[in-house]
């Protein structure tokens, strides 16, 4: 689905990415963790193509993403639903208008805009904050909007940069089912997160595959977890 093979990547500061190979199955589930400045967001980036690789190639959906024009490009995107880590809200919208805007975007209809909005917002657990404006929100509701934001165009897969980075254990907990709940729907799901126990909890539930980046080389993570 997404492949990463043999990929750098450089910038000023040096070569922070080396003979990256991975390849993210249909369906499968992968958390991708390391130190922090590793490198973790990158390599998401050059997963949805925000960023090209210095070296190597990165496919997705079987096209080389180093040949597709603008609009490949945007329908790429389009089946690849990112969870930033900053979330990224318009912070003047009510939560469902940010929300529905990837639907605004690509020119989805006002009922079928209601429908699958009324769904995700009952799923994530927010239908009661549908009016609040993204400031009033605690972290854990910020994180679940902007998973719901993310699958609002029903993406293969699913990138999710820290998503428990400021949320309580509980909290975390929440947003992993929904996460799980999502790659038993059939989405491939790939997470970056510090949070070994979160990891070891996921293990537990959902085969999931666990990468680290370590010293600009990506490793698959043993038992020892
Ligand atoms: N194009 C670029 N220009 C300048 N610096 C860059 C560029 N790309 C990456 N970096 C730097 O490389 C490092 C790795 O960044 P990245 O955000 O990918 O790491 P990370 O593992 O996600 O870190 P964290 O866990 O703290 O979020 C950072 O120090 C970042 O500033």
Redesign the pocket.
């Known amino acids: 689905m997404i492949e990463l093979e043999n990929v750098g ?1 450089s ?3 040096g070569e ?1 990415l080396s003979d990256v190979s991975v390849r993210l199955s249909p369906g499968s589930f992968h958390f991708l963790t ?10 998401m980036k050059l997963c949805y193509g925000a ?1 090209q690789p210095t070296t190597g190639r990165v496919r997705a959906f079987d096209a080389d993403m180093a040949g597709l024009d603008r609009d490949q490009m945007a329908l790429l995107r389009r089946r690849v639903g990112v969870v930033h ?1 900053d979330c990224r809200f318009l912070d003047h919208l009510p939560l469902t208008d940010n929300i529905a805007l990837p639907l605004i975007v690509s020119g989805h209809d006002k009922e079928q805009q209601r429908q699958n909005l009324d769904d995700l917002m009952n799923w994530v657990g927010l239908s009661q904050r549908a009016e609040a404006l993204p400031p009033e929100l605690s972290g854990g509701e910020r994180q679940r909007a902007a998973l719901a934001r993310a699958v609002i165009l029903s993406p293969d897969v699913v990138l999710a ?2 998503p428990t980075g400021n949320i309580d254990w509980e909290m975390s907990q929440r947003l992993l089912q929904l996460l799980i709940e999502l790659n038993k729907m059939g989405k491939t799901v790939l997470v ?1 997160s ?1 949070d070994l126990a979160l990891i070891r909890a996921a293990k537990s539930q959902v085969q999931a595959r666990v990468l680290r ?1 370590a010293n600009r080389q990506l490793h698959l993570a043993g038992a020892d977890l």
């Open positions: 990547y910038y000023g500061g922070l390391g130190p922090s400045g590793a490198g973790k967001t990158t390599l960023l880590q940069d820290e970056a510090h980046i």
